[in-house]
């Protein structure tokens, strides 16, 4: 069966998505533990106007690549304006920033091998020799068209109506 790019994206997503980091510490746990040190470090007054009026403090945006200048992977991290990066503990996180961006790295370069080689597979039966212990992951053929829709013949009657003329056999 031929490849067609859907079957092709389908089946680079479907091996992409059995990728998972090795590590605890994906961007999101990053964030989380950054908000939670942030909150640890409130004076305890701001830190009991923030729990019972948590829309009442003016909040801003500190961004994960602030930890570590080559991070280019930033998420934004709420905190209470009157803080800092100096409040709170961040060489541990900037390892996890570091390890975090070198996965993505890891993975957008494993994506663009995968997607080179896909690309060329002209089959499901060369794709499926070309990675053996991957094949279960391509997916089926779509199902054939026997014969064009009837909408079309509705749109040559349009067409016609329009001035186009019928021709009959192949233009040269």
């Known amino acids: 069966m031929r ?14 998505g059995m990728v998972k980091p090795k590590s605890k510490w994906t961007i999101e746990k990053i964030v989380e533990e950054a908000e939670r040190r942030f909150v640890e470090a409130l004076p305890a007054e701001v830190k009991a106007v923030r729990e019972k009026y948590p829309r009442m403090l003016m909040r801003t945006s500190i961004r994960t690549d602030d930890f570590i200048k080559t991070s280019y992977y930033g998420h934004s991290i709420g905190v209470v304006s009157c803080q800092s990066l100096e409040d709170i503990e961040t ?8 390890a975090w961006n070198k996965y993505q790295d890891d993975r957008m370069k494993i994506k663009e ?29 779509p199902d054939k068209v026997k014969n064009l829709p009837v909408a079309a013949q509705g749109l040559i009657d349009d ?14």
Request: overall charge positive; some cysteine; proline content about 5%.
């Open 3 to 16: 490849l067609n790019n859907s079957m092709r994206d389908a089946f680079i997503a479907k091996v992409m």
């Open 91 to 98: 060489r541990d996180l900037a390892k996890h920033i570091e």
């Open 159 to 172: 067409l016609k109506k329009m001035g186009v003329k019928e021709k009959v056999g192949v233009s040269k």
């Open 113 to 141: 091998r995968l997607k080179e080689l896909v690309a060329a597979c002209d089959t499901t039966n060369a794709l499926a020799v070309a990675l053996p212990t991957l094949a279960h992951l391509i997916p089926p053929a």
